[in-house]
């Protein structure tokens, strides 16, 4: 995962909406949605509707900067 791509995850997992995240890495909404689809991707989470990427993504990042600490 890229350095920008983690900054994105970090701020998700704080909550944050595209827009929020685009605010906060002073990018566009369409620049944090592809990095999303990046992230996703990576991460192996699917669109199958049943569950939310958002949410299984934020869990991945927590369970992982926990481990480190």
Known sequence: ???????????????ASNAGIAAQLVVSER????HLRAIFMKLALTADGTTNRRVQA??????HTRQRS
């Open 1 to 15: 995962m890229t350095a920008r791509e983690r900054e994105v995850l970090a701020a998700l997992a704080e909550g």
């Open 58 to 63: 934020a869990r991945i990042w927590l369970e």
């Open 31 to 34: 620049t944090v949605d592809a």
